[in-house]
């Protein structure tokens, strides 16, 4: 079982939706929690940054964390088009000092 | 502006040649990572350096070398290439004081 699971999609929408996009974990001593948004043909880049449980809002992304779960969600509000790209959770424990584990990403296209 | 660099960009070898990927940051991180990211199988960690004069090997080191040359660079090398290490290359970085890698923008490498 891999530490980190991630649905691949791909996950089509039209503008204006609202988009879940999920991850569950199996390591409980995870809590530092990561979304990184990747366009085609670039490298990752950090969207969104949680410590624990709880929501982070940042303009039309809130990142949930459920720690009882071990599942933690990235919603997208009214998506746009720009939107349109690969969604990597990432997450990591005290114990493993700086090394992150990735999901496999989920694929994302906004329809205008 | 400020973040990682590699080189090169794209790269395509003959099988059995060997080659040096280079990587750079200048945000004065201790940590630096190189990854490889194949389709559905996400980010998978080849080596790391949690700081200068270390590495370690991460979870697919088999082929790779490694070298931390200085606090800024970090490069990996496939003695002999083989078609299997065909893939997107990713370096990160990672330090105290910031969230999560910053990523390079990837060598694609085509081994034939």
């Known amino acids: 079982q891999k530490e980190v699971e991630q649905d691949p999609g791909p996950l089509s929408v039209p503008e204006g939706a609202i988009v879940s996009l999920n991850c569950t974990y199996s390591n409980s001593a995870f809590q530092y929690f990561m979304w990184y948004r990747q366009y085609s043909r670039k490298g990752p880049e950090l969207l969104m940054y949680?410590?624990?449980?709880g929501n982070k809002e940042d303009g039309r992304f809130t990142a949930q964390v459920d720690k009882s779960s071990k599942y933690i969600s990235l919603f997208i509000r009214d998506s746009q088009p720009s939107d349109s790209a690969t969604y990597l959770c990432a997450m990591s424990a005290k114990d493993t000092g700086n090394q992150f584990y990735f999901g496999t990403g989920t694929s994302l296209t906004v329809i205008p | 502006n400020a973040g990682v660099t590699q080189t090169p960009k794209f790269q395509v070898l003959k099988t059995g040649q060997s080659m040096t990927l280079q990587c750079a940051q200048d945000m004065n991180h201790n940590s630096m990572y190189w990854y490889r990211q194949d389709p559905g199988m996400g980010l998978r960690l080849i080596y790391y350096?949690?700081?200068?004069?270390?590495?370690d090997k991460g979870e697919v080191p088999n082929g790779y070398n490694v070298s931390r040359l200085n606090k800024r660079e970090f490069s990996l090398r496939l003695e002999s290439a083989a078609p299997s290490q065909t893939s997107v290359y990713f370096c990160?970085?990672?330090?105290?004081?910031?969230?999560?890698?910053?990523f390079g923008s990837g060598t694609r490498l085509t081994v034939v």
């Open positions: 350096s949690a700081s200068e004069g270390t590495t």
């Open positions: 990160a970085s990672n330090g105290w004081g910031a969230y999560g890698y910053t």
């Open positions: 949680t410590y624990s449980s």
